[in-house]
């Protein structure tokens, strides 16, 4: 069972666009949502995190919208640059949850020239 | 200094044969995870070792070992590789607790033949 799913699997955007990944989940426990960016060759890193507490979370560029009634949040990176090409995974834990962190299957993002 | 590091970047192993990875951190954090990640699929949580403490998953329980000889380093030992178990391999620390930023190191990528 998939606690944390993440659409569009890919995406592709011109330079100076919108991209919008989505990430949804089912535990109600979660209550902090990192967004993680991975580059070939490296691991993962963390780039913003929300708790539950707060609707939008901004950095720069990167924005986290959150919905908690629905379950939902989004990750908007506007003015897309060809540096922001990775994959990018939607992750949750829960305070309750010990130390466990869920990750979804990631978006890969292609931001074309 | 915000290193993790695993060892070897690429390893390839014999079916039945066992496999020991390595990892190590100098943040002296108090939590390291295992991941493995196969394309297309979420990162799954193997296991995790707060301070001496290992915590195994459940459906991975009989297939993965692991040991902490001191702070800095962890590894993950399969007593008999399968076909299966041929995946990127990513060691995680943290402070404590799952809301935290997990610190990941490059990955090693296991092949099973």
């Known amino acids: 069972q998939q606690q944390v799913r993440q659409s569009p699997q890919s995406l592709t955007v011109w330079e100076g666009e919108t991209a919008i990944l989505n990430c949804s989940y089912e535990d109600s426990t979660f209550n902090y949502f990192p967004w993680y960016q991975q580059f070939p060759g490296e691991g993962p890193a963390l780039l913003i995190s929300i708790r539950s507490v707060s609707d939008k979370k901004e950095d720069g560029r990167f924005t986290i919208f959150f919905n908690k009634r629905e379950k939902k949040l989004s990750l908007h990176i506007t003015d897309s640059q060809p540096g922001d090409s990775a994959t990018y995974f939607c992750?949750?834990?829960?305070?309750?949850?010990?130390?466990?962190?869920?990750f979804g299957s990631g978006t890969r993002l292609l931001v074309s020239p | 200094d915000t290193t993790v590091k695993q060892n070897p970047r690429y390893k390839l192993a014999r079916v039945g044969k066992p496999v020991n990875l390595i990892c190590s951190q100098t943040?002296?954090?108090?939590?390291m995870y295992w991941y493995q990640k196969k394309p297309n699929q979420a990162p799954k949580l193997l296991l995790f070792y707060y301070d001496k403490i290992l915590n195994r998953e459940a459906d991975t329980f009989e297939k993965f070992q692991s040991s902490r000889p001191n702070n800095s380093f962890c590894s993950l030992y399969i007593g008999s590789a399968g076909l299966e178990y041929s995946a990127m391999y990513l060691c995680?620390?943290?402070?404590?607790?799952?809301?935290?930023?997990?610190?990941f190191g490059s990955g090693t990528r296991l092949t099973v033949l």
């Open positions: 995680a620390s943290s402070t404590l607790g799952g809301a935290e930023t997990l610190y």
């Open positions: 943040m002296n954090h108090d939590t």
């Open positions: 992750a949750a834990s829960a305070e309750t949850g010990g130390y466990k962190v869920v």
